[in-house]
């Protein structure tokens, strides 16, 4: 197996057969065919679900590869990871629904997953050996992209607590967003996540089978990246329509219908409370600050975040606001649009603690943590800290959202300023405005 690096071509050289009888006639047409098939699985999904895609992939890996455990790890926005698809031997203990910190995969391992998308342990006790090279080379031979570059002794030691001996590793490429500022290169790929086989003994897959797979993970990420613009598509959809029948609320009501009428703010972004605090009246929805609280939260506002047009977080402790402590787990998280210098839109989230199954060994008090070497179970106790008070992280969609039913909501107030009672907001009919569009909204009173 060949791959160039800078100061020449690598050459690795393993098995062409394995103790698998049924992996070693896996040749490359073979494998191919079988990669093809598994592809066309895939292709024959209906469309709209994501956990059914996942779910087929794990069982079309697992018939390929013979793993004891094959998993779907996606990475969220916040970079920590989850089991969101599994198929595994039967008296092995269940991982879905799993969440692990983003610790447990490096930034640098994620780097190398974008240029080596397949990686192959066959033994992780296997003893490493040293590398020889020419004296005449300056550096140190790059085995970046090596099939039998030995795994980081860190990284053994996790498989060891996992009970897992060897593994497979898929990086799922899919297309980079607007913040990845590059269109149309490799640059733009974006690692969504990881397909991770596990075995409970040594096992060797044969490179035309590693290479199958990889073929069969393009198919996925393609597929995927469809079905993720298609719920995005569907999203901004509910969006609109959200937004058109709260204009039109403004158009037969004061500001305060988009908080006693229905649908209402709550309805435009995923939350737990939500306010309109209004010429120093409060507004509150579902779970939200006591009316003290958010007078507090209002001065606060002004004081440090007075020049921008609004805030979001998912830690009002990371933000700095001194009263987070006081409003405990039941808000955490804030979105707050800014009308006028008297009038806000407020959005609340709880904390997620309450919602996540964290992997790992439970910690005991008698264990001592190393705060210098990481290991699976110091980084869990180290991410449970930190969420316990973090909610669920805005979404850019979500705050495109908001930004836009602010500019509207500027309008209508500003007109009702002008001693107009109600505000005559424009839109098109059937909200067939895009999220950019809805910024070219404008209020009417004349």
């Not at 879905?96 to 610790?103: A, E, K, R």
């Not at 002004?302 to 808000?331: C, E, I, K, N, R």
């Not at 800014?338 to 264990?367: C, M, N, V």
């Amino acid at each position: 197996i060949l791959h160039r690096i800078d100061v020449g071509v690598v050459i690795d050289l393993e098995p062409a057969r394995t103790e698998d009888p049924a992996l070693s006639i896996a040749g490359a047409v073979q494998s191919q065919k079988l990669a093809v098939r598994a592809i066309s699985q895939l292709q024959s999904l209906p469309g709209g679900d994501i956990t059914l895609l996942c779910n087929a992939v794990v069982q079309r890996v697992r018939e390929l590869t013979g793993y004891d455990r094959v998993m779907v790890y996606k990475f969220h926005e916040d970079e920590h990871g989850e089991v969101v698809a599994e198929s595994k031997r039967h008296d092995l203990e269940p991982y879905i629904g799993l969440h692990y910190p983003s610790t447990d995969i490096p930034q640098a391992s994620r780097f190398l997953f974008k240029q080596n998308r397949v990686r192959m342990i066959v033994d992780c006790h296997a003893t490493p050996v040293r590398v020889i090279q020419d004296e005449a080379l300056m550096q140190p031979l790059c085995l970046v992209g090596s099939t039998l570059r030995a795994p980081h002794g860190c990284h053994a030691q996790y498989m060891e607590n996992m009970g897992s001996i060897a593994s497979l590793t898929l990086a799922v490429i899919i297309n980079g967003n607007d913040e990845d500022g590059v269109f149309g290169g490799r640059n733009s790929m974006r690692l969504w996540g990881l397909v991770v086989g596990h075995h409970t003994s040594v096992r060797c897959v044969p490179f035309p089978l590693r290479y199958a797979c990889e073929f069969l993970m393009q198919a996925f990420g393609l597929q995927l990246n469809m079905e993720l613009q298609l719920a995005a598509q569907l999203s901004e959809k509910r969006i609109l329509k959200t937004q058109t029948l709260l204009c039109d609320m403004l158009l037969r009501d004061s500001p305060t219908g988009i908080i006693t009428q229905s649908p209402s703010i709550m309805d435009l972004v995923k939350c737990d409370g939500a306010a309109l605090y209004h010429q120093g009246r409060y507004y509150p929805m579902g779970v939200t600050p006591t009316e003290s609280q958010i007078k507090d939260i209002v001065q606060w506002l002004l004081a440090f975040h007075g020049d921008s047009t609004g805030l979001s977080t998912d830690s009002l402790s990371d933000a700095g606001y001194p009263g987070a402590a006081t409003l405990g787990d039941a808000v955490c998280g804030m979105a707050v649009a800014y009308i006028t210098s008297r009038d806000f839109l407020f959005w609340f989230r709880s904390h997620t603690a309450k919602e996540i199954k964290w992997g790992g060994a439970k910690h005991h008090p008698q264990d001592k943590d190393n705060g210098l070497k990481m290991n699976p179970r110091y980084s869990f106790k180290a991410f449970l800290e930190v969420v316990k008070s973090r909610s669920l992280p805005w979404e850019n969609a979500e705050m495109d959202a908001i930004h836009s039913l602010q500019l509207i909501l500027r309008d209508s107030f500003r007109n009702a300023d002008g001693g107009n009672s109600k505000a005559v907001v424009e839109i098109p009919p059937n909200g067939e405005l895009g999220l950019n569009g809805m910024d070219e909204l404008s209020s009417v009173a004349r």
